[in-house]
């Protein structure tokens, strides 16, 4: 549910990219830009008691691919405005995303940058 959320966001601001934001492995004959994202650490908040509080975490690392860096550099800066967002997406009520950027990479493909965005979103259950 999270990762539909934040695909969804993503599509919102880069709506481009549409088709070209995909799970874990990017088609190499697909033309960029593209996204690729992955699920990290999801876990559920517990009160002092043990009980469970309503409040979950997740993290997704999202890879930015494009052919120029001035290219990546816009993704980047478009999805940096998700930190702080609050907000119902989805029907995930979404308490805060935390972005945080990796550095920018030179792929071995010619033509191809990559930079990694780490998103952490906290939610309500």
Request: aromatic share 4%; glycine share 8%.
């Given at each position: 549910m999270v990762e539909q959320a934040i695909v969804s966001l993503?599509?919102?601001?880069?709506?481009?990219?549409?088709g070209r934001v995909t799970p874990?492995?990017?088609?190499?004959?697909?033309?960029?830009?593209?996204?690729?994202y992955q699920s990290g650490e999801s876990k559920q908040q517990l009160n002092l008691d043990?009980?469970?509080s309503g409040i979950g975490s997740h993290k997704l690392q999202i890879d930015l691919w494009?052919?120029?860096?001035?290219?990546l550099s816009s993704m980047?800066?478009?999805?940096?405005?998700?930190?702080g967002y609050r907000?119902?997406?989805?029907?995930?009520?979404?308490?805060l995303i935390q972005v945080s950027t990796n550095d920018d990479v030179l792929d071995d493909t010619p033509?191809?940058?990559?930079?990694?965005?780490?998103i952490?979103?906290?939610?309500?259950?």
């Open positions: 993503i599509n919102d601001r880069l709506p481009g990219l549409a874990v492995v990017r088609d190499d004959s697909a033309p960029l830009p593209a996204i690729t043990g009980t469970p494009a052919e120029t860096y001035n290219e980047r800066q478009t999805l940096q405005l998700l930190n907000g119902t997406v989805n029907g995930l009520n979404i308490g033509n191809s940058n990559t930079l990694a965005l780490i952490n979103v906290t939610y309500l259950n």
